[in-house]
């Protein structure tokens, strides 16, 4: 059974540094794209960042392009989300997930097929 388990999340102050780690489990992750997405309190959930099965290509919303970079290690099987420059406006909680192979949009929530249950960043201000 597939599975995807998020660690790295905590408290931080604004200006400061997180990084979240997703270790992948159970299935073949080589060929797929891993995403990270956000859900803040009363808010949809929202894509963050995108890295393809390769991991050359990433792609980023504007709200955390420049200050996020994700990066997966496939010997481990492994995504992070390096987390600069911090803000209260980033407070969420922080899931990864599988993209199927069936769909092409990579924002889009309904394009990812398995999810983690999430770790919690909380940015003080």
């Known amino acids: 059974q597939v599975q995807l388990v998020e660690s790295g999340g905590g408290l931080v102050q604004a200006g400061g540094s997180l990084r979240l780690s997703c270790i992948a489990s159970?299935?073949?992750?080589?060929?797929?794209?891993l995403g990270w997405f956000r859900q803040a309190p009363g808010k949809e959930r929202e894509f963050a960042a995108y890295?393809?099965?390769?991991?050359?290509?990433?792609y980023y919303a504007d709200s955390v392009k420049g200050r996020f970079t994700i990066s997966r290690d496939g010997a481990k099987n492994t995504i992070y989300l390096q987390m600069n420059s911090l803000k209260p406006e980033d407070t969420a909680v922080y899931y990864c997930?599988?993209?199927?192979?069936?769909?092409?949009?990579?924002?889009?929530?309904?394009?990812?097929?398995?999810w983690g249950q999430g770790t919690q960043v909380t940015v003080s201000s």
């Open positions: 159970g299935g073949t992750f080589s060929e797929y794209g």
């Open positions: 997930a599988r993209k199927s192979l069936f769909y092409a949009n990579y924002y889009n929530r309904g394009s990812y097929d398995y």
């Open positions: 890295i393809n099965w390769s991991g050359g290509d990433t």
